[in-house]
Antibody
Framework: EVQLVQSGAEVKKPGESLKISCKASGYTFSSHWIGWVRQMPEKGLEWVGIIYPGDSDTRYSPSLQGQVTISADKSISTAYLQWRSLKASDTAMYYC??????????????WGQGTLVTVSS | EIVLTQSPGTLSLSPGERATLSCRASQSISSNYLAWYQQKPGQAPRLLIYDASSRATGIPDRFSGSGSATDFTLTISRLEPEDFAVYYCQQYGRSSPGAFGQGTKVEIK
């Protein structure tokens, strides 16, 4: 059974850094893209970016490039999303999701439970 | 950049009725790389349809997708109580990869 288990909710102040995680199991981590999707409060879904753990190929939404960094550690089947300097506008639920094999970029066929990030002074 | 526009914003229907949701793209989507997701309150999205018309694993056959180029449709043949949710389309072609539509809420009439 595919499982994506995300790290817990975070409350941060503007300007602080943060790294959230997504631990995958039940499939070959290196063989599927894994991505991040943002959902601001009461809003729709927004694609943040994806990484292919097999070769670390990473792609970002043009609107978020430079604002976040996506990485992955194959040795522990874990993907990460990080910020160097958070803003209040980063407040959102962040989902990790596994890419459907055979597509680049892919739709997402399995999802984590979400990590709520709250940025407030 | 491809923009996806979903309509209607809200669809009010009764269980047993047919639901037809539209997703229109500002440019042609390569290879019909369009997906549909369902999201219920407090839950992560769930993939329903990919490549415009292929059902994802475990999705009931009352869900079907159709369309090509710039116009796509998700049809739910007979609404079950668990189908009332928000539905999003997403394109994953090489132009503007990953862009989602703004969503259509299917609510109980």
């Amino acid at each position: 059974e595919v499982q994506l288990v995300q790290s817990g909710a975070e409350v941060k102040k503007p300007g602080e850094s943060l790294k959230i995680s997504c631990k995958a199991s039940g499939y070959t981590f290196s063989s599927h893209w894994i991505g991040w999707v943002r959902q601001m409060p009461e809003k729709g879904l927004e694609w943040v970016g994806i990484i292919y753990p097999g070769d670390s190929d990473t792609r970002y939404s043009p609107s978020l490039q430079g604002q976040v960094t996506i990485s992955a550690d194959k040795s522990i089947s874990t993907a990460y999303l990080q910020w160097r300097s958070l803003k209040a506008s980063d407040t959102a639920m962040y989902y990790c999701a596994r890419g459907l094999r055979g597509h680049t970029p892919p739709p997402f066929d399995d999802w984590g439970q979400g990590t709520l990030v709250t940025v407030s002074s | 950049e491809i923009v996806l526009t979903q309509s209607p914003g809200t669809l009010s229907l009764s269980p047993g009725e047919r639901a037809t949701l539209s997703c229109r793209a500002s440019q042609s989507i390569s290879s019909n790389y369009l997906a549909w997701y369902q999201q219920k309150p407090g839950q992560a999205p769930r993939l329903l349809i990919y490549d415009a018309s292929s059902r994802a694993t475990g999705i009931p056959d009352r869900f079907s997708g159709s369309g090509s180029a710039t116009d796509f449709t998700l049809t739910i043949s007979r609404l079950e109580p668990e189908d009332f949710a928000v539905y999003y389309c997403q394109q994953y072609g090489r132009s503007s990869p990953g862009a989602f539509g703004q969503g259509t809420k299917v609510e109980i009439k």
